[in-house]
């Protein structure tokens, strides 16, 4: 199964309600092994974590105490996949950085343009820096990350990358033109949802009719607070 974590109530509680994700721009940076950044933009996407139930218990989770947990069925049926952690020392980094010079140089074939981007926005490193935790060298496989990138047509001719100094100049509007195309699902696709509580659970299983055994207590670890607000190393 597939979790999407978040940090408050009203969030799943909005999730559930609209039986739906809210895409959002992540800014992402790809770079060598020198540490130059090679690519900084913004993709439209939702996140989420591939977990078992009964391995919880075991984890720190970065991004929530909160959790809907989804079935993979539905996410290969939504065009979701694995996010690739590549080393910046290994030869697909050096494959991808060479594809994104030749895009930003102009020399990359115009019907392949959009090819890369689509491959860069499955791709992260995989160690890094953590805006949300403020830390230098996080372990992103971790995390175990699968995304929903929508596809141009999906977003009505929106953009799927965007120069990240440009989007935060611009964040809201960019963020509120992609805002009527969630992530939807069906409630048959939701195996648990995971609050912090008992009080918390009964009002869940009571506004929405849930199964009681689908409606559970979170078992994992919070992660440490963020500490900055860097957005890339």
């Known amino acids: ?10 969030n799943l509680i909005s999730i559930i309600s609209s039986r739906s994700f809210l895409l959002s721009y992540c800014g992402e940076y790809f770079g060598d ?6 690519s900084r933009a913004a993709h439209p996407m939702v996140s989420f974590s591939d977990y078992e139930h009964n391995e919880l218990h075991t984890k720190k989770i970065t991004y929530g105490s909160y959790g809907i947990a989804l079935c993979k069925k539905w ?45 860069k926005c499955f791709t992260k490193h995989v160690y890094g820096y953590n ?23 999906d977003i009505k001719g929106n953009r799927i990358s965007i120069n990240f100094s440009k989007y935060i100049k611009q964040k809201v509007m960019y963020n509120q033109k992609i805002s009527s195309y969630p992530l939807r699902f069906s409630l ?12 918390e659970r009964a009002i869940l299983i009571s506004e929405f009719g849930l199964p009681p055994n689908k409606v559970v207590l979170a078992t994992w670890q919070k992660s440490n607070e963020k500490m900055a607000t860097k957005f890339f190393i």
């Open 33 to 38: 092994k020198e540490g130059k950044v090679i």
């Open 131 to 153: 805006s949300y935790l403020g830390q230098d060298y996080f372990n992103f496989k971790y995390e175990n990350e699968w995304r929903y990138v929508p596809t141009i047509k």
């Open 75 to 119: 996410a290969v049926a939504n065009g979701l996949s694995p996010v690739n952690y590549i080393d910046k020392n290994s030869p697909i980094a050096l494959g991808l950085i060479t594809l994104l010079k030749s895009r930003q140089n102009g020399s990359l074939p115009k019907h392949l343009r959009l090819s890369v981007i689509q491959l």
């Open 1 to 10: 199964m597939i979790i999407h974590f978040t940090n408050k109530l009203d």
């Open 188 to 199: 048959d696709d939701v195996k648990y949802i995971y609050v912090k509580n008992e009080s």
